[in-house]
């Protein structure tokens, strides 16, 4: 069984940052580009960022750039999200997203999906 499991979300007031976690299956791991997604409160669910599976390159939704960071390290099966000057509107829950075919210029088809973690800033 797949499994992506997200970590690190919860209250921040708004100028701060979190760090969310999405630990994955070893077996997995290092033949799939990685993503974020978020979905807020009565909103679709939307991109935020993707990176490569060397983790050499990586992209960003407009509304995130030169804010939040997206990494991985492949030894730990894991990949990051560093959010810095969070506000308001950066809270959602967000998804942990793993794709085969998916490019950093393409984050899409999605193959596996985390639980989600909630992330609520307070202005």
């Known amino acids: 069984q797949v499994q992506l499991v997200e970590s690190g979300g919860g209250l921040v007031q708004a100028g701060g940052s979190l760090r969310l976690s999405c630990a994955a299956s070893?077996?997995?791991?290092?033949?799939?580009?990685m993503a974020w997604f978020r979905q807020a409160p009565g909103k679709e669910r939307e991109f935020v960022a993707v990176?490569?599976?060397?983790?050499?390159?990586?992209n960003y939704a407009d509304s995130v750039k030169g804010r939040f960071f997206i990494s991985r390290d492949n030894a730990k099966t894991t990949v990051y999200l560093q959010m810095n000057s969070l506000k308001p509107e950066d809270t959602a829950v967000y998804y942990c997203?793993?794709?085969?075919?998916?490019?950093?210029?393409?984050?899409?088809?999605?193959?596996?999906w985390g639980q989600g973690t909630q992330v609520t800033v307070s202005s």
């Open positions: 997203a793993a794709g085969g075919r998916m490019t950093v210029t393409t984050p899409q088809p999605i193959d596996y």
């Open positions: 070893e077996r997995i791991f290092s033949n799939y580009a």
């Open positions: 990176v490569s599976r060397t983790g050499g390159f990586g």
